[in-house]
């Protein structure tokens, strides 16, 4: 029996406890269903264990040798490669993949771009308040889950931060408040309890609330009686009572959020309101912990701007660091790219149908250890062992702690890890 960190999400449970002999994984205790689905991934019907190369119009398995060849022959005859994904591969692989952009003198980003990297780039204006999941489970009062299905996404997060007991404190749930804001009635309404605030709000409207906060902070008295965003007055006055009476406040920060309309202004007003609060409250804090989807997606952003200081939108020309305004998004849709190289992604699922078909006209090569829309496209592609079962690294949990996954089991035989693969790109481009 061991214990180890579960790669299924980014809260990277430490305390899963797994019975192998190396080769086959026996039992796996206190993962959630998502968890163990992770670890049912090394014998799942889709995974992939051999490289594969297009010929004509399919794909034909082939060895580890002509895959790399054929990586290297498209390399060579590219002067301007995409990379993109790295949210779900270690930071050593996030490393190499950044090592490979500089070599090829091309343009880097990851997941991390369209999702929580947009708070971290705001941040740098106005400051960010983080914390830990210690601190939630042993000292959070208040809870708020802004535009996320936490209960699904991150289905362990309210057992450890909601259900728990503090240590600090002989009481757990009991004096937590959970307030919910979704426009949608998601699965995690189910666990409220009668204290909570569950906020339905109009879609697309959460500036609007953030603004009647921020107004109110500063000048009582002024929520209109109608209420705002579909959200009555009375409820915004309890809002507004538990954010300025916490003693430690936690917004959990969801996609729903960074999706709305004017997203970069959504995100300047929330972080200005928990600086706002912060600034007036004497006792407590407001913090924020962002809910990202993938298990690595933070390491990225710490990779690159400990390595590069940039997190985000790296182009490389002369292999060096230049500015560049362009983002994942600009680059595909000015079609400014003749290669693409997917790490642990799958864009073609996940993109806008117009951007899809754009990625899918040039040469794409493919890194990854389960079958997606994206194989379907892609002229290369190389299988990778699964982190965090079948090989180690370093990952960043969602509250920006350092965890070091695990190595259980063995890989199929010949699959790498992509750490390993995107090093013997750098070794084989260099060569020829
Ligand atoms: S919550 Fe996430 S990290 Fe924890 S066991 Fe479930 S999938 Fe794994």
């Known amino acids: 029996m061991r214990k180890i960190p579960c790669s299924g999400c980014s809260l990277l449970c430490d305390d899963i406890i797994v019975r192998s002999d190396g080769i086959f994984i026996d039992e796996v205790i206190g993962a959630c269903l998502k968890g ?75 997941n991390s771009t369209i999702c ?55 009481t757990g749930r009991e004096i937590k408040t959970l307030v919910i804001i979704d426009p949608v009635k998601t699965a995690s309404f189910g666990v409220m309890g009668v204290r909570d605030i569950a906020l339905q709000i109009n879609p697309g409207e959460d500036i609007n609330l953030i603004k009647v906060l921020k107004e109110e902070c500063c000048n009582p008295g002024s929520i209109a009686s109608e209420g705002v965003a579909g959200i009555d007055n009375d409820d915004l006055k309890r809002l507004l009572l538990h954010l300025t009476g916490a003693e430690n406040g936690i917004i959990f920060i969801g996609q729903g959020l960074l999706k709305t309309q004017s997203k970069k202004s959504v995100i300047r007003e929330l972080l200005e309101l928990v600086q706002m609060i912060n600034v007036k409250q004497q006792k407590g804090r407001i913090s924020v912990i962002l809910i990202g989807g993938h298990y690595n997606m933070l390491g990225f952003d710490h990779v690159a701007l400990s390595n590069y200081g940039k997190n985000h939108s790296l182009q490389f020309s002369n292999n060096q660091l230049i500015d560049t305004d362009d983002t994942i998004v600009s680059k595909i849709e000015r079609e400014d790219f003749d290669c693409s190289i997917i790490v642990g992604t799958d864009p073609i699922s996940h993109l806008p149908q117009e951007l899809s078909k754009k990625l899918a006209k040039k040469p794409l090569i493919l890194v990854d250890n389960k079958k997606s829309a994206t194989l379907r496209i892609a002229d290369v592609v190389l299988p990778s062992t699964i982190t965090g079962i079948e090989s180690e690294g370093l990952a960043f949990r969602l509250d920006h702690v350092p965890i070091e996954l695990k190595k259980i089991v063995n890989p199929p035989s010949n699959i790498f890890s992509d750490e390993e693969i995107l090093n013997q790109i750098i070794e084989k481009f260099k060569l020829k």
Request: glycine share 6%; with cysteine; proline share 2%.
């Open 36 to 110: 163990k689905e992770r670890f049912d991934q090394v014998t799942a019907k889709n995974r992939i264990v051999t490289p594969m190369i297009r010929d004509d119009s399919d794909l034909k398995k082939s060895s580890w040798d002509e895959a790399f060849k054929k990586v290297t022959k498209l390399l060579k005859n590219s002067n301007k490669p995409l990379l993109y994904g790295f949210s779900t591969v270690s930071c050593e692989a996030q490393l190499k993949g950044l090592e490979l952009a500089n070599l090829l003198n091309g343009f880097i980003d990851s």
């Open 116 to 170: 929580q990297g947009k708070v971290l780039n705001m941040a740098k204006e106005t400051g960010l308040t983080l914390t830990t999941i210690s601190e939630a489970i042993n000292k959070a009062d208040l809870l708020i889950v802004w535009g996320a299905n936490a209960a699904e996404s991150i289905p362990r997060l309210f057992n450890k931060t909601l259900f728990s007991r503090g240590k600090f404190r002989m």
